[in-house]
């Protein structure tokens, strides 16, 4: 059978074959038309399969540790996520059009000076999320181990386990955008169909009628549901800087609607079946408090024990791979002449050393939750603006090349490289998110307003939007 070309879908020329894995040449460079060889089914599988490890599924026990039933912590995690994956898959086309990187195309709208804050925000989120994942997947290695064979769970054990993951996933994340395709497609049928076995294997064991633990994390049933639906929610958000390193591959001409359809289904589905499976887990364990990934190795027959523990190694490779390489991504924005390897490999660095920290000197857990709480107050109006700015202000047209003219004159200079409305709307916004924080590290004035349902990244979206309409008028 013949194989079959690709073909450029602009000048109907047939396109050289690359070699199926190679190191990505480009980093946030302008991918050039010929090279435009993604569909939005990969896009769909990068988001589904880069859930399917530990550091996302445990996201998922929240609602049940809150105190919420089972039928009201899926309800509260199909609602919160219906609405961050709507909203993250509306930045979709952005890729597509610009054919760079989330923080450069951000200068479009912030100006080319203000892709930093993308950048700072970019890194900030894939050195937690990296961390998180490494550290879960090696936490499955180890409780594994001591399952099977008696080891003694000891944090240079853990710390050995999880380096091991972190040397895979800085691998993948080198080789770039191609490679992590591939793996997250192949991820999301293999731990996908694991969830599915693990979920009728434990079935006799489950109560759909489980009423909750009685104790509501934020007082009462609806702010504790509330809160369960925003964490489930902001998920999707967190991964909004990160969507153009997969859109910028698809064809200039990419149907919109199929974009984001594409990305949001796939971060929808993906978020879905882990989050899911960890309320359905953690229902079944004989406290809510319990570890979940050592819970879960606990109700497991053996050999569905070594299953789970190569999921540990396999579904963090993607989710790892995709922060990594994002870190890279963004730092190399910064000064575009470096080389994205490099960066890539200082970012893998970063988060091994935060690994560290969270196994030996403090609480992981609280420590990221925290962190990554804080920062969707940032990235929820960065997002906010840049599909305003996509759909209302630009109505989706870019000079791509002028994304990189850092000087007067330039399409996207502003006022010495900065566009003062996005920014001010951004900070105004953020500013209001922190004010409504409240997390283990740090609680804003204002928290109690909002009776704990950490709804504090909603508002700072919902003000950034508002801002940023008043302020920045369509333009011809």
């Not at 709507?86 to 200068?107: I, M």
């Not at 989120?125 to 090696?138: C, K, R, S």
């Not at 396999?314 to 390489?325: A, I, T």
Request: aromatic share 12%; with cysteine.
């Amino acid at each position: 059978m013949e194989a079959k070309l690709k073909i450029d879908s602009v000048t109907g020329a047939p396109l050289a074959e690359e070699a199926a894995y190679h190191v990505e040449s480009h980093g946030v460079d302008i991918i050039p038309t010929h090279e435009r060889h993604s569909t939005p089914k990969d896009v769909f599988f990068v988001f589904l399969g880069s859930q399917m490890c530990f550091g996302i599924i445990v996201i998922g026990a929240l609602p049940v540790i809150f105190g919420l039933s089972f039928w009201a912590s899926l309800s509260a995690i199909t609602v919160g996520l219906a609405l961050g994956s709507l909203l993250f898959g509306l930045l979709a086309p952005f890729g597509a059009k610009t054919g760079t990187n989330g923080a450069v195309a951000s200068g479009a709208h912030f100006g080319v000076n203000g892709k930093a804050i993308a950048t700072v925000m970019g890194v900030l989120i894939t050195l937690g999320f990296t961390a998180l994942t490494v550290w879960t997947g090696g936490e499955a290695v180890v409780a594994a181990g001591a399952h099977l064979f008696g080891w003694e769970s000891t944090p240079h054990l853990l710390f050995a386990g999880a380096a091991v993951i972190g040397l895979l996933v800085a691998a993948a994340a080198i080789f770039g955008h191609d490679l992590i395709v591939k793996t997250e497609t192949f991820v999301s049928y293999v731990i996908g169909a694991a969830l599915i076995v693990a979920v009728l294997v434990l079935a006799p064991g489950f109560d759909a009628a489980y009423p909750g633990t009685g104790t509501f994390a934020a007082g009462s049933f609806w702010p504790t549901w509330l809160l369960a639906s925003s964490i489930c929610a902001a998920l999707p958000i967190s991964y909004g800087t990160i969507l153009n390193d997969y859109t910028r591959y698809l064809p200039e001409d990419t149907d919109t609607s199929r974009a984001v359809r594409a990305a949001g289904g796939g971060m929808f589905v993906g978020c879905w079946l882990a989050l899911a499976f960890a309320a359905y887990i953690t229902t079944l364990l004989a406290s809510a408090d319990t570890p979940f990934v050592t819970g879960l190795i606990g109700l497991l027959p053996t050999w569905l024990v070594i299953v789970f523990a190569l999921v540990g190694i396999v579904g963090s490779q993607p989710q790892g791979s995709l922060c990594v390489y994002h870190g890279g991504l963004g730092m190399q924005s910064l000064a575009p002449r470096t080389s994205r390897v490099a960066w890539t490999l200082v970012h893998f660095a970063a988060s091994m050393v935060l690994v560290w920290a969270g196994i030996y000197l403090t609480n992981m857990t609280d420590m990221l939750v925290a962190f990554l709480t804080l920062i969707e107050c940032a990235v929820s109006p960065w997002l906010a603006i840049n599909v305003l700015g996509y759909f209302r202000v630009v109505r989706g047209r870019y000079e791509p090349h002028q994304l990189f003219v850092n000087h007067p004159g330039g399409r996207y200079w502003y006022s010495a490289g900065w566009n003062a409305k996005a920014l001010l709307s951004w900070s105004v916004g953020t500013i209001v998110g922190l004010l409504f924080s409240d997390t283990a590290v740090f609680s804003g004035p204002l928290a109690s307003l909002v009776d704990g349902t950490n709804a504090a990244w909603l508002l700072a979206g919902i003000v950034g939007a508002i801002l940023y309409v008043a302020l920045e008028r369509p333009r011809q």
